[in-house]
Structures are given as C-alpha cells and as structure tokens.
C-alpha cells in the first residue's frame, strides 16, 4: 500500500504562482512513476504531469511551459511548480503513484481567480 498526501493548494491571481507537493509513503519502493491529474467541476479528469522514477517527465498539452514536474527521492515526495495560472486551471489537483496498482491522494483545490 501506498499513502500520498497532497498540499499547497488554494487562491491565486490570475498570472501568480503555485506549488503543490505530494509525499508518499509506505511501500514507496514499488513506485515507479508519480504524477498530478486536474479535475475541474464537470470536466473529465486529466493529466497534467507525470515523472518516472528514472526522472522522465511527460506533461498535458495544455501545460505549453508553464508548470514543471520534479521529484525529491530522499524526501518521498514529488512537486509541481505551477506558473501563470490562469482561471483555467482551476481544478482539484489529485497526486498519483503508480506501482503494480494506482494509488491516489485525496486532492487539493486550486483556485485561480481575481
């Protein structure tokens, strides 16, 4: 079993910054890939950005450089630096690992509005 607890969300000006961090925990040795998924009221969810153990990252189109993916190993957690948010990007921002299963934090809202 893998435990993820998600934090640094909440209200942002259009244009500002945020980062959101996801650490992991228990059977953390399995994990083989982690990443965020966004899912705003009434849409699909959908991914915004993945990075494998290995440190390769795949990212949403609609990311177009503005948010960046990265991972602390001895810390157990990975980040999000989010950048230019706009009232777009307004979503629960779910963390998942990936191992032989998915595993899924309980969220944290996003709120990009002025």
């Known amino acids: 079993q893998v435990q993820l607890v998600e934090s640094g969300g909440g209200l942002v000006q259009p244009g500002g910054s945020l980062r959101l961090s996801c650490a992991a925990s228990?059977?953390?040795?399995?994990?083989?890939?982690m990443g965020w998924y966004r899912q705003a009221p009434g849409k699909q969810r959908e991914l915004v950005a993945t990075?494998?153990?290995?440190?390769?990252?795949n990212y949403g189109d609609f990311v177009k450089g503005r948010f960046t993916i990265s991972r602390d190993n001895a810390k157990n957690t990975v980040y999000l630096q989010m950048n230019s948010l706009k009232p777009d990007d307004t979503a629960v921002y779910f963390c998942?690992?990936?191992?032989?299963?998915?595993?899924w934090g309980q969220g944290t809202q996003v709120t990009v509005s002025s």
């Open positions: 228990g059977s953390i040795f399995s994990i083989f890939q």
């Open positions: 990075i494998t153990s290995g440190g390769n990252t």
């Open positions: 998942r690992a990936r191992s032989g299963n998915f595993y």
